[in-house]
């Protein structure tokens, strides 16, 4: 099928690059001209495992393009993908501005019918506005819209797995030719008939395929929300116990791993640390609470779920102090600058944050990150950015641990241990082993568990 994507960051990039893996010939359209004349000299604008290869891999088949006409886009396709951003506004509500400006753009430009397909993350109701932008700004073409809601569950780090791996495939529709071109669209990944880029030429893992779920526009945007503001909950759950755990001496792991194994709960997502970040996360929870508090209905369980995570930085800056007594003028090694691992992401990162209240410590922050080191630079200039790990360690006075890469876990840490002024470690992602770092002869405080 012919379909075009609009947006070309984290979600369009993924989405219009395994549309195109699995068959269908896609135009990407941003209105970032530098970013699109990035990714047509065949580089990416982020960092997301496997992505680069299925760019390539597809642009040479000539099933991907690349466009910085969006009318050329709106025209190429038969179904168009909306993946552009919704930022939270003051008051906790998501900007919709892109989505009506992409409303505009494709009733005025389209010239045959066109399912319309939301993937951005918006609240319930908005397909419906959608519907009536469509109406309203196409009267005079009379072309045909349908308009469906396809939320997407992608994970940074691991998105591309997970658009070609899904557990669901959630669509939202008002009618059976709507649920009918979308099924056809996903076929093949329902089918598994696709060379998977992640398994070939081995055969996938036999797991069974992913759920089809056909529901209502208003119930699969509610979904989405749904989701992540339980996921952010579970996290913010586990740190609560985490500082309980502290107090009693208990192991926070041992505790959450035991609680993971029921299965009415799972153990992801219940990992204590410096709390959730990431664009999407924080804002779907504060769009969640206000379209909420908009409906008449207090979710206040939310508000504290965001409350606890906040706490998360000034928790570990007292740990920092507990070390060091005074931080002002003092050398401290960050490792970490996105807010996960496998990312460039720093768009509402911990470790930012955590930055942040350093410098407003009076700390000489260093920092590095595998990835992010970049991007950040933009973000908090008055931060040295560090070669190596290595590097930021060297006469530092404290280290935090502040994004859980793999690679940290395997540093030569007696190396870091005789750079160090003082040998002190914040783990605020538990990703190391305390009875081996104290080994070492590290001052080693970690999140949940015994200093």
Same mark, same amino acid.
């Given at each position: 099928?012919?379909?075009?994507?609009?947006?070309?960051?984290?979600?369009?990039?993924?989405? %219009?690059?395994?549309?195109?893996?699995?068959?269908?010939?896609?135009?990407?359209?941003?209105?970032?001209?530098?970013?699109?004349?990035?990714?047509?000299?065949?580089?990416?604008?982020?960092?997301?495992?496997?992505?680069?290869?299925?760019?390539?891999?597809?642009?040479?088949?000539?099933?991907?393009?690349?466009?910085?006409?969006?009318?050329?886009?709106?025209?190429?396709?038969?179904?168009?993908?909306? &993946?552009?951003?919704?930022?939270?506004?003051?008051?906790?509500?998501?900007?919709?501005?892109?989505?009506?400006?992409?409303?505009?753009?494709?009733?005025?430009?389209? +010239?045959?019918?066109?399912?319309?397909?939301?993937?951005?993350?918006?609240?319930?109701?908005?397909?419906?506005?959608?519907? +009536?932008?469509?109406?309203?700004?196409?009267?005079?073409?009379?072309?045909?819209? +349908?308009?469906?809601?396809?939320?997407?569950?992608?994970?940074?780090?691991?998105?591309?797995?997970?658009?070609?791996?899904?557990?669901?495939?959630?669509?939202?529709?008002?009618?059976?030719?709507?649920?009918?071109?979308?099924?056809?669209?996903?076929?093949?990944?329902?089918?598994?008939?696709?060379?998977?880029?992640?398994?070939?030429?081995?055969? &996938?893992?036999?797991?069974?395929?992913?759920?089809?779920?056909?529901?209502?526009?208003?119930?699969?945007?509610?979904?989405?929300?749904?989701? !992540?503001?339980?996921?952010?909950?579970?996290?913010?759950?586990? !740190?609560?116990?985490?500082?309980?755990?502290?107090?009693? %001496?208990?192991?926070?792991?041992?505790?959450?791993?035991?609680? %993971?194994?029921?299965?009415?709960? %799972?153990?992801?997502?219940?990992?204590?640390?410096?709390?959730?970040?990431?664009? &999407?996360?924080?804002?779907?929870?504060?769009?969640?609470?206000?379209?909420?508090?908009?409906?008449?209905?207090?979710?206040?369980?939310?508000?504290?779920?965001?409350?606890? !995570?906040?706490?998360?930085?000034?928790?570990?800056?007292?740990?920092? +102090?507990?070390?060091?007594?005074?931080?002002?003028?003092?050398?401290?090694?960050?490792?970490?600058?996105?807010?996960?691992?496998?990312?460039?992401?720093?768009?509402?990162?911990?470790?930012?944050?955590?930055?942040?209240?350093?410098?407003?410590?009076?700390?000489?922050?260093?920092?590095?990150?595998?990835?992010?080191?970049?991007?950040?630079?933009?973000?908090?200039?008055?931060?040295?950015?560090?070669?190596?790990?290595?590097?930021?360690?060297?006469?530092?006075?404290?280290?935090?641990?502040?994004?859980?890469?793999?690679?940290?876990?395997?540093?030569?840490?007696?190396?870091?241990?005789?750079?160090?002024?003082?040998?002190?470690?914040?783990?605020?992602?538990?990703?190391?082993?305390?009875?081996?770092?104290?080994?070492?002869?590290?001052?080693?405080?970690?999140?949940?568990?015994?200093?």
């Amino acid at each position: 099928m012919k379909i075009s994507v609009i947006g070309a960051g984290y979600v369009g990039l993924v989405t %219009g690059g395994c549309l195109a893996e699995i068959g269908h010939e896609i135009v990407c359209t941003d209105n970032d001209a530098e970013k699109i004349a990035t990714l047509e000299a065949g580089r990416l604008p982020i960092y997301e495992p496997g992505l680069d290869g299925v760019i390539a891999k597809t642009r040479k088949q000539g099933r991907l393009k690349f466009s910085a006409n969006p009318v050329d886009a709106v025209a190429a396709g038969d179904a168009i993908f909306i &993946c552009v951003g919704t930022p939270p506004l003051p008051n906790g509500g998501a900007d919709l501005s892109a989505i009506d400006h992409v409303a505009r753009l494709i009733a005025n430009e389209a +010239r045959s019918p066109k399912l319309v397909v939301e993937k951005s993350t918006v609240p319930a109701q908005t397909g419906q506005e959608l519907k +009536r932008a469509l109406a309203v700004y196409g009267r005079k073409s009379k072309v045909e819209f +349908r308009v469906a809601s396809n939320p997407e569950f992608l994970r940074e780090g691991t998105a591309v797995e997970d658009f070609l791996h899904p557990d669901r495939i959630v669509v939202g529709v008002d009618d059976e030719v709507a649920e009918k071109q979308l099924h056809e669209i996903y076929r093949p990944v329902l089918e598994r008939k696709f060379n998977c880029p992640f398994h070939a030429p081995s055969p &996938c893992p036999d797991v069974p395929p992913p759920a089809w779920l056909v529901t209502t526009i208003n119930s699969a945007e509610l979904i989405k929300h749904a989701s !992540n503001s339980f996921l952010a909950l579970k996290i913010s759950y586990a !740190n609560m116990l985490a500082d309980l755990a502290e107090r009693l %001496g208990a192991d926070i792991q041992q505790v959450t791993r035991a609680v %993971g194994m029921d299965s009415r709960i %799972g153990g992801s997502f219940l990992n204590a640390g410096l709390g959730f970040g990431g664009f &999407c996360l924080p804002k779907d929870l504060q769009a969640f609470v206000h379209l909420a508090e908009k409906s008449g209905v207090d979710f206040s369980l939310l508000k504290e779920v965001e409350k606890i !995570n906040k706490g998360r930085i000034r928790h570990v800056i007292e740990k920092v +102090r507990r070390g060091l007594w005074v931080m002002k003028g003092k050398p401290i090694a960050v490792l970490g600058l996105a807010f996960k691992a496998n990312t460039d992401d720093v768009r509402f990162s911990p470790a930012i944050d955590l930055i942040l209240e350093l410098l407003a410590e009076g700390a000489n922050v260093r920092a590095f990150d595998p990835e992010a080191s970049e991007k950040a630079r933009d973000v908090v200039p008055q931060v040295k950015i560090s070669e190596s790990p290595y590097a930021a360690a060297r006469e530092a006075e404290a280290l935090i641990i502040a994004t859980e890469w793999k690679q940290f876990r395997d540093l030569d840490w007696q190396r870091i241990h005789d750079a160090m002024t003082h040998p002190f470690v914040v783990d605020a992602r538990n990703l190391l082993s305390g009875p081996e770092m104290k080994q070492l002869g590290f001052e080693y405080y970690s999140i949940g568990r015994p200093d």
